[in-house]
């Protein structure tokens, strides 16, 4: 692979990075939404629908034919951050 073919697939990831900003970012907004009607920091934490998506999106990796360590990996860190995010924007 050149040096010209690795700078391009790049640009193209750069581009990508972009996209998942754009979604990052609706996702906070929705997420902002969803804190407003929790009523008690104990209710951030939803053991029980953390595993559902967790086994949802093995389910879709795998039927998608993406690795789905990858999005196992990537998933856990997210949802991690927005609950650290819910706890640091919690007013009651």
Do not use: G, H
Request: glycine share 0%.
């Amino acid at each position: 692979m050149t040096n010209k073919n690795i700078i391009k697939i790049r640009k193209k990831l750069d581009n990508l990075d972009n996209l998942f900003l754009k979604l990052i970012k609706k996702r906070q907004l929705l997420v902002n939404e969803v804190l407003k009607n929790k009523n008690f920091k104990k209710d951030i934490v939803d053991k029980k629908r953390i595993k559902i998506i967790i086994k949802n999106i093995k389910k879709k990796s795998i039927k998608n034919k993406i690795d789905p360590k990858i999005t196992n990996k990537i998933w856990k860190a997210m949802i991690r951050a927005f609950i650290d995010y819910e706890y640091r924007n919690f007013k009651k």
